[in-house]
């Protein structure tokens, strides 16, 4: 009997310390470039803001630069290929707005005297999802484009919260709190736009 259990036990530890390196291993393959796409922002609890992610400004900061960018870039999709009066008005308020936004945050992070490069270039996840919207059937696009609107916008929404509270740089934290009030009129633009095409 006793040496059944010892067979046991030598079986479960040899299991646990399987999971423990494939674990290692799991963690090892999400520390790419790609470490962004792994966690995204519609995911709440891939980004609960911790010293390592979202709660530090740079990290923050490059999130907040390519949401605008998105959202410009997909309005401006929007603008040339939706037929429907009412998406080219949200596309063009979104250009506006998020023009405005990406100048806002510039303006915070110079005030805050902190070094952060602020991106230029969207990253892998979001050129892919403007990428698809570019491919999108012309029957499907304005509906496409309200449906990636509404998650665009509850992401930025989440992120913006999370730094405006938990956020380690104050006029960056400023900028978050501003912001989010106007993210959430977008949010509520977009569900209206969508639910319209239903």
């Not at 393959?29 to 995911?43: C, L, M, R, S, V």
């Not at 999709?77 to 023009?99: C, E, G, P, W, Y």
């Not at 969207?122 to 059937?137: F, T, V, Y």
């Amino acid at each position: 009997m006793t040496r059944k259990l010892l067979i046991v036990g030598a079986a479960f530890a040899a299991l646990s310390i399987a999971a423990c390196g494939q674990k290692t291993d799991e963690t090892k393959g999400a520390a790419t470039p790609a470490e962004q796409a792994a966690t995204p922002d519609a995911n709440p609890s891939a980004t609960v803001p911790t010293p390592a992610n979202e709660a530090a400004a740079p990290d923050f900061v490059a999130k907040a630069a390519a949401s605008d960018m998105f959202e410009i870039e997909a309005a401006k999709v929007a603008l040339k290929r939706s037929t429907n009066a009412d998406v080219k008005k949200f596309a063009q308020a979104m250009i506006d707005a998020h023009t405005a936004t990406s100048a806002a945050l510039k303006a915070a992070v110079a005030a805050s005297g902190a070094t952060i490069t602020i991106p230029t270039a969207l990253p892998e996840d979001l050129q892919g999802d403007l990428d698809d919207l570019n491919k999108a059937d012309a029957k499907d696009f304005d509906k496409k484009y309200a449906d990636d609107q509404v998650d665009a916008h509850q992401a930025a929404l989440n992120l913006l919260q999370r730094y405006a509270q938990d956020g380690d740089v104050a006029a960056i934290k400023t900028f978050a709190a501003e912001t989010a009030p106007k993210v959430q009129e977008h949010l509520n633009m977009a569900e209206g736009l969508k639910n319209g095409m239903k």
